[in-house]
């Protein structure tokens, strides 16, 4: 017998399923906290060392920064350092380990000190991270509206020259190099005198808001096109065969037979349905969004989370690498719930399963 | 992206003793400002450098670049791009200048005891911090001695090893009192950057201080600055370098080939790299000079022959001396010196933009560089008939040769996996020594792993690697030294007494001229023992606009458009 929707057992079903699924979600984030921090130990390389690849450094002056950043303290009971795996002693105060100063910073909100600016890690990846929502987050928002838009003309029109030019422009531009189309923009643009690189034109601080807003946007130009491109591709294709799925059921034909106009069966019978697999798409490339499109910032010298990230990596700055990883798991895994959610109330048979 | 190996152009030549003698230069050098003309700055009140002129648009010179400083405190700061700041917003005692010479940059005098301990500055009148407060004898005294406890700086400390005592015998005089008569004294003033002491006293975190306020004296101030981004400063009119221009931006372009298009379509007026395969294109372009030249601090590509002997390996520091005994005889190293086509290598690697090289002692040493020794000359004939004499035949006709025991020489090549360089001057070298039977296996390694197994461990065969090298010799000679095998900073494990013995004299010699004569036969010596092949020593590559600006220093013996002494000379073009 079907449950009423607003029963006590509807209701009481719903929270247990969004509890189960916020549980499952800060349970991925408790093992992500703790994987993040032996992922880098055991990666190869003395942080003190490749940070300051100079070889001139004098042994104190190596150990002074081993001191300074904790890293002569074992990783944690029993084992002095994971990469080589040299074992120490099972005694020692675990408070005075490596990995619990590290949990016990992560509590307070703090994520440590860049081994490489000296910098505190959170607002050094919080000013990078606003950087790379602005830019990713025009990009996101114009590729997934055209490619909508584009998958539903094209379904639409389905086997017509229509369609088929925007299935190859869209397959195209899905699997074009995104290093490569940045710099082919790159060289189109600076020579309609659009800038070339960076946030901003540095020095503008004494002018209005205003002029300063125009001056990042037209900043913005290349690296937004070049984003919506790549990623408005998949987008589409995944609106188009969604969508074509959805034409070819059999209350469409009945949509169609009560003489309904298209832009009506599109609108009110067609789209809702075919935005579910959208759903799924667009909630997990919002999560990864986090993690910038390093290719992209790269080229246009965007100074975005995933530039971060790469130099960080090179320099083995553990404490930037663990707070930026934490940073792109949580919004993975919380964008994931979002389309969890979301998906209950799109489809309400979700939440029987 | 660019990894560089060597990331600073830094120091520690005040570990070594170096010799020069005591006897600065008196009058500047042709590069540095006129110091008699400047003006002391006693009647001009400090407000023109505070309100910025309302009348014309500022001058803004823009200088595009591929690094980004890692921090504004001079203490902590590891990369060049640090350093490049430091020296325009602080103030030095002296200045490196672009023809390997010091001038006095701070003081105005400098006076030596006979016996060359006792080192008293007198400063320049009228000097001034950013922030209005004058800057004394006392700013000096604090800074020296700031630097010299301060162990979290990574380098400081190492410049001022020999300084006993550091005093202000009046507020414009400074005297410095060392353990040791250095002859090297100037090269470890060039990086200690005077701080104001009302500022820095109440610091409590040296290390983790980031110092975005940046007080300092130097001819351009801090005014604006996004790590990664830019850095924008503004002149100070009335520093005694008297800089031509109203400001500078130094804006971080991490893709090389924005940096090209940037100064092509005039973004910026100068870039300070590029990639050497852009250089051709770049001339072509209207009213940009692409200029070459020497580098002020260089990058310096070797190939590091592992020497080592097992039987005095330093086991206790966990050697290993696995190195191929060929390795260890003369005759094989000169061969592969002959056998190692230089011109070849830069051409390919470089595009030709470098020369050859010979010692760790490069080219940019300027007068400590002894450009009269002959080099091996590429001769792969010459070269097989020295191994052949030498006891090395290749007797199954396979086209390896063996070591007397019948061994086949295949000798492990290693080199960092982040150079751009290295894997084409690999390949290169194992085609260039196949011709004369020797093999050759590649493999790149992570730097870190690198360094395990370079030294002390001695754990390899060859490696091409680098180095970055101070003003001063006295460093990169010491990496030669018998008594740096144990200690990891010897990568060859290279002994030599009578070498040893030159070094001792070099680093107390206070006579310039005979202080030069002995580093000469000391790079006699490494290059006739093959201690290294030193391929290249790679050439700096900057452009700048001929439209918006002039006055660059391209004309020197050394290339630096983005120094201090360059940028104080450039002005608008009107």
Known sequence: MPVKPNSPEAVLKRYRYLAKKVGWALFTILFVIVLNFFLFRILPGDPARAGIRDPRLTRQAVEAIRVRFGLDKPVINCFESLNPVKF???????????????????????????????????????????????????????AILLGIALGVVAAWKA????????????????????????????????????????????????????EQALDIARHMILPTLTYTIVFLGEYMLVMRSSLLDVLSEDYILTAKAKG???????KDHALKNAMLPMVTIIAINLGFTVAGALQIETVFSWPGLGGAIYEAVGRRDFPVLQGAFLMIAVSVIFANLFADLLYSYLDPRVQTD | MRTRFTLSLLIAAALILAACAPTPPTTPSPEAPPSTEAPAITEA?????????????????RIGWAGSPDTLNPGTGLLSESYTIYGLVYDTMYQYELDGTYSLRLAKSVDVSDDGLVWTFTLRDGLKFHDGTPLTAEDVVFSYQLYQVTEDFPYMPGYTTYFESIEAKSPSEVVITLSEAIPNMEASLIYLFVLPKHIWEKVENLAEFE?????????????????????RLEAVKDHFYQPKVDQIVFQTFENQDALVQAIRTGQVDMITEMPNTVVETLRQAENVAVVTGVPLAPDIADIIINQADPATCPVDEGGVCSGNPALRELKFRQALAHATNKQKIIEVVLLGLGDPGLTLVANSLTQFYNDQLQDYTYDPALANQMLDEAGFPDSDGDGVRELPDGTPINLRLNYPSDSTTAPRTAELLKEMWAEIGVNLEIQPLDPDTLSSVCCPAFDYDILIWGWGSDPDPGFMLSVHLTDEIPTGLSETGYSNPEFDELYVQQSTERDPQKRREIIFKMQEILLRDVVYIVPFYAKAVQAYRTDTFTGWITDAPKLSLEDVSSLVRVEPIK
Request: aromatic share 12%; hydrophobic share 45%.
């Open chain 1, 88 to 142: 120490g002693a099972c005694t020692v105060n675990p408070l005075d380990t490596q990995f619990f100063i590290y949990a016990a910073n992560l509590l307070r909100g703090e994520m440590g000190i860049s081994y490489h600016s000296n910098r505190p890690v959170s607002s050094l990846l919080v000013e990078r991270l606003w950087n790379t929502l602005l830019l990713i987050g025009a990009g996101q928002i114009l």
């Open chain 1, 159 to 210: 086997r017509t020259p229509v369609d088929y030019a925007a299935l190859i422009f869209s397959l195209f531009a899905w699997s074009l190099p995104t290093f490569w189309l940045g710099i082919v923009l790159l060289f189109w643009g600076s020579a309609v005198g659009l800038p070339v690189g960076g946030k901003a034109t540095p020095g503008l601080s004494f002018l209005p808001a205003s």
């Open chain 1, 260 to 266: 309904l106009s298209t832009f009506q069966i599109l």
């Open chain 2, 45 to 61: 009140p400090s407000v023109a450098t505070e309100a910025p002129q309302p009348s014309a648009e500022p001058s803004v010179l």
């Open chain 2, 211 to 231: 110092n975005l306020e940046m007080i300092g004296s130097g001819p351009f101030k801090l005014a604006d600055y996004q790590q990664n981004e830019f850095v």
